[in-house]
């Protein structure tokens, strides 16, 4: 039941940092409405997936055995209104960032 009212909480903004994919996961299943988040570099041998038309020479720079993680996770954060990306190399163009119904920032 816990698990249940969390995922409704309506969480106020504050400045949660995302430096691990796995918690940005855990956050998405349990804390779907938190209203602000920043997204930090994931860190030696990971990255995000590609966007559309992405830089191909960025592509081909990419170290074989990176471990790809798909950004559109932040797709679950429906009430998120503020979207800071700290450092962290997207390649290409994520469409998506613009159909977050509540985004009035995204730096």
Same mark, same amino acid.
């Given at each position: ?35 602000? /988040? *920043?997204? @930090? ?10 966007? +559309?038309?992405?830089?191909? =020479? ?8 990176? /471990? *790809?993680? @798909? ?10 209104? +503020?979207?800071?990306?700290? =450092? ?20």
């Amino acid at each position: 039941k816990l698990r249940d009212f969390a995922t409704t909480l309506i969480v106020l903004p504050s400045d949660y940092r995302v430096r691990r994919f796995k918690v940005m996961e855990a956050m998405a299943k349990s804390l779907p409405n938190i209203q602000q /988040i *920043t997204i @930090d570099n994931l860190g030696f041998g990971q990255k995000y997936a590609d966007g +559309v038309d992405p830089n191909e =020479d960025r592509v081909n720079y990419t170290i074989k055995g990176h /471990i *790809t993680r @798909d950004i559109t996770i932040l797709t679950r954060f429906k009430k998120l209104r +503020v979207l800071e990306l700290n =450092d962290a190399p997207l390649n290409g163009r994520y469409a998506f960032l613009f159909k977050l119904p509540l985004l009035q920032k995204l730096t």
